[in-house]
């Protein structure tokens, strides 16, 4: 009999996003393949955290930015969904990546690199080595920014690699929807976690500016975006492709 449970890759699940979409995810009942950059201890406690959820999450090390180790990472995911009692997956998140604040006048050429690496190089040549094990029907969730719509200095170049995967995000909802494969963007507003140093979460001033700047008055948390994933990629939502949705509370309207 066919495995019926699904199964969903998140990149940079140990902590922050990446981790409430693991366990929003397991809370549905999928199963899934994370990764994680270097703690591996936050990411056991994800496994951890999943099982009592009921659903089994397995953890593998995957530096995002670095292409020369995709090949052996199919080959790990392969191994992974083998224990799943699969061959293939069902959801694909985007989600790993570092923050990043200069202006434009001193960005240098290997900041820009190292950005490009892992918000567009690495999300393009990661999700197209996973597409022939993912599930015709699947979907695709690649996570931007706020910053793509409204802007702050020192944020140039960052929000400029999310706005790249905005455009990939339609691209890849148009070719892959022969198979039935959806792709859309969620774009989050501040959230409070370790991103950038933990700014929004640790710097009062920070949090105050994105309080008051937020329809709905205090800056995100982590659980105001993993369950919006989860649910946008459930099967009630099927029929969305193609978009950006941003999930700020309503920031700089």
């Known amino acids: 009999m066919a495995n019926e449970t699904k ?27 994370f990764t994680y950059h270097s703690n591996s201890a ?8 999943a099982r009592e959820e009921g659903a089994t999450a397995i953890a593998l090390p995957l530096d995002t930015g670095d292409v020369s180790g ?3 990472f199919i080959e790990a995911v392969k191994a992974a969904l083998a224990t799943l009692g699969a061959e ?31 918000h567009f190089k690495g999300v393009f040549l990661l999700t197209q ?49 022969e198979r039935g494969i959806a792709a859309n963007t ?3 507003g501040a959230i409070a976690t370790d991103f950038s140093g933990g700014m929004v979460r ?7 500016m994105v309080a008051d700047n937020t329809a709905l008055g205090r800056a995100g948390e982590p659980e105001d975006i993993g369950p919006m994933i ?20 309503g920031m700089l309207l």
């Open 7 to 33: 199964i969903a890759i998140v990149t940079g699940g140990s902590r922050g996003l990446g981790r409430s979409t693991v366990l929003n995810l397991a809370r549905s009942g999928v199963s899934s393949v």
């Open 42 to 49: 936050e990411a056991e406690k994800v496994v951890a955290l």
């Open 70 to 72: 995709f090949a052996a």
């Open 88 to 118: 293939r997956f069902d959801y694909l998140v985007n989600n790993a990546g570092t923050s990043h604040h200069n202006a434009i006048a001193t960005t240098t050429a290997e900041e820009l690199d190292g950005l490009y690496n892992i």
């Open 129 to 177: 080595a996973l597409l022939p094990l993912m599930n015709d029907g699947g979907r695709i969730v690649n996570i931007s920014s706020g910053l793509t719509r409204f802007s702050f200095p020192g944020s140039a170049a960052y929000a400029a690699m999310k706005g790249a995967i905005e455009v990939l995000t339609r691209y890849l909802a148009r070719e892959l929807g």
């Open 186 to 188: 969620v774009a989050p």
């Open 202 to 208: 640790d710097n009062p001033e920070v949090n105050r």
């Open 230 to 249: 989860a649910a946008l990629l459930s099967p009630a939502n099927r029929w969305v492709n193609g978009q950006r949705i941003e999930v700020s509370g």
